[in-house]
T-cell receptor, first 112, second 121 residues
Framework: QKEVEQNSGPLSVPEGAIASLNCTYS??????FFWYRQYSGKSPELIMS????GDKEDGRFTAQLNKASQYVSLLIRDSQPSDSATYLC????????????FGRGTSLIVHP | EPEVTQTPSHQVTQMGQEVILRCVPI?????FYWYRQILGQKVEFLVS????????KSEIFDDQFSVERPDGSNFTLKIRSTKLEDSAMYFC???????????????????FGPGTRLLVL
């Protein structure tokens, strides 16, 4: 059974701080990893994808991948109240299935 | 910017009734998906569809579910005999390609529609 685990939170950070969101996955065959943002009652929106060990930066967002530890994280710099949402981690194995397995999501609250 | 659309936004039905959820994927996309999300739970994959046939399906996608691309634009999910536990948000998604390995390419990105909230009474 492929599992993606996330702390449900809520993670509360002050405006301007760095928010750090973490995710672990059970399937060692996973090759592609995704972070989605989901506002309450809305659909998931892709923020970042990462495939290689290390960091990948896109604006205020940095995704970090450590395949040896089966760990993915998302850092949000200069957090804004508009970043308040649930962040979903998803992992997908290479070959065979191309379907992502989603975590339950971490609720982030950025307070002014 | 092109987007995935879904209708209806909300659907209330009686247990045992058939429902059809409709999606219009992004026009140049080739791969289509249905996901569901029970309130407060994970997003769960149901089925993927390519070249007019199912390419993958999950254990959830049993005989009461079917998908169809009746014309060049619509992609539908039918639930034949709804159960209480089918109450969920159903998301359609589409992507240009199925999967890529190279860092930075966005063609595999799955774009989600706004969802249909289904309530089975």
């Amino acid at each position: 059974q492929k599992e993606v685990e996330q702390n449900s939170g809520p993670l509360s950070v002050p405006e301007g701080a760095i928010a750090s969101l973490n995710c672990t996955y059970s399937d060692r065959g996973s090759q592609s990893f995704f972070w989605y943002r989901q506002y309450s009652g809305k659909s998931p929106e892709l923020i970042m994808s990462i495939y290689s060990n290390g960091d990948k930066e896109d604006g205020r967002f940095t995704a970090q991948l450590n395949k040896a530890s089966q760990y993915v994280s998302l850092l949000i710099r200069d957090s804004q109240p508009s970043d308040s949402a649930t962040y979903l981690c998803a992992a997908r194995a290479s070959g065979g299935s191309y379907i992502p397995t989603f975590g339950r999501g971490t609720s982030l609250i950025v307070h002014p | 910017e092109p987007e995935v659309t879904q209708t209806p936004s909300h659907q209330v039905t009686q247990m045992g009734q058939e429902v059809i959820l409709r999606c219009v994927p992004i026009s140049n996309h080739l791969y289509f998906y249905w996901y569901r999300q029970i309130l407060g739970q994970k997003v769960e994959f149901l089925v993927s569809f390519y070249n007019n046939e199912i390419s993958e399906k999950s254990e959830i996608f049993d005989d009461q579910f079917s998908v169809e691309r009746p014309d060049g634009s619509n992609f539908t999910l039918k639930i034949r005999s709804t159960k209480l536990e089918d109450s969920a948000m159903y998301f359609c998604a589409s992507s240009m390609v199925l999967g890529v390995r190279r860092e930075g390419r966005r063609q595999e990105t799955q774009y989600f529609g706004p969802g249909t909230r289904l309530l089975v009474l």
